[in-house]
């Protein structure tokens, strides 16, 4: 199976890779401390727009003590957040 998700995935195929992670990862929970953390950045760093979405992503992971994030958009998650952002290919990308 791809990874290539920007090229379109069938239902079928993003199922399967749904599957995949929830079997690969734990997932973390919704706490009152993540609202607190998410408006701690967008409050604290002016955060507007769809950079909520990373904020709030940010929040939930520092809520639960996780300090590093694999991602394709290493630029959405600033350091002063306090999450470390590293590229699918690799450090500082």
């Not at 609202?35 to 639960?64: I, P, Y």
């Amino acid at each position: 199976m791809s990874w290539f998700w920007w090229k379109g995935w069938s239902t079928a195929t993003t199922a399967e890779a749904i599957r995949a992670l929830r079997d690969q990862f734990p997932l973390l929970n919704e706490t009152p401390d993540v609202l607190d953390r998410w408006f701690e950045l967008v409050d604290g760093f002016q955060v507007a727009g769809k950079h909520t979405h990373d904020a709030r992503l940010a929040a939930l992971l520092l809520a639960h003590g996780v300090r590093r994030l694999l991602t394709f958009n290493t630029a959405d998650f600033p350091r002063a957040w306090g999450v470390e952002a590293t590229h699918t290919s690799g450090p500082h990308q």
